[in-house]
């Protein structure tokens, strides 16, 4: 399977304004994200890779995801006690993680979501980025992530 034109293009521009091409490998990484939104680990992604990219390394995915975030086409989420989580830069959403299960959602928010929320800084304090994160339990018929997403 290929990257649509879109991603491809995507990926070809974020890359470029980081000064990097796009590879076979990259391209490959990007495509397993996007494929299946449900925020997968390094080694998630490792075992997908390879179903049609058998030689690819650990190592290469490690780089490829790490190219990625710092790209801006991906995000790398932080949990404790567990191994980073990825999601491909899918516009503004928040991350639910389910304590339970530790399934992550992504949650749409509101358009003046960042206006709203800037409004708690004091005078002076300009913010670039707000990144809200909930833990807590989802409901237990929550099937897809798209679910989460759509429910808005
Ligand atoms: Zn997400």
Same mark, same amino acid.
């Given at each position: 399977m290929?990257?649509?034109?879109?991603?491809?293009?995507?990926?070809?521009?974020? +890359?470029?304004?980081?000064?990097?091409?796009?590879?076979?490998q990259?391209?490959h990484i990007?495509k397993v994200l996007?494929t299946r939104?449900?925020?997968p680990?390094?080694d998630e992604v490792y075992a997908r890779a390879k179903q049609e990219m058998p030689s690819i390394?650990?190592?290469?995915v490690?780089?490829?995801?790490?190219?990625?975030?710092?790209?801006?086409?991906?995000?790398?989420?932080?949990?404790?006690?567990?191994?980073?989580?990825?999601?491909?830069?899918?516009?503004?959403?928040?991350? @639910?993680?389910?304590?339970?299960?530790?399934?992550?959602?992504?949650?749409? +928010?509101?358009?003046? @979501?960042?206006?709203?929320?800037?409004?708690?800084?004091?005078?002076?304090?300009?913010?670039?980025?707000?990144?809200?994160? @909930?833990?807590?339990?989802?409901?237990?018929?929550?099937?897809?992530?798209?679910?989460?997403?759509?429910?808005?």
């Open positions: 290929e990257l649509t034109t879109e991603a491809k293009e995507q990926l070809d521009t974020a +890359l470029s304004v980081s000064g990097l091409r796009s590879t076979r990259r391209e990007y996007l939104r449900d925020h680990s390094a390394s650990l190592a290469t490690y780089n490829c995801l790490d190219t990625l975030v710092e790209c801006g086409l991906v995000k790398r989420l932080n949990y404790e006690r567990e191994s980073s989580r990825y999601c491909p830069n899918d516009g503004d959403h928040a991350h @639910f993680m389910d304590e339970a299960t530790g399934r992550v959602y992504d949650i749409a +928010l509101p358009e003046d @979501f960042e206006k709203v929320v800037a409004k708690v800084l004091p005078d002076g304090f300009k913010a670039n980025k707000v990144k809200l994160s @909930f833990t807590g339990y989802a409901p237990v018929d929550l099937e897809s992530n798209r679910v989460a997403l759509s429910a808005k």
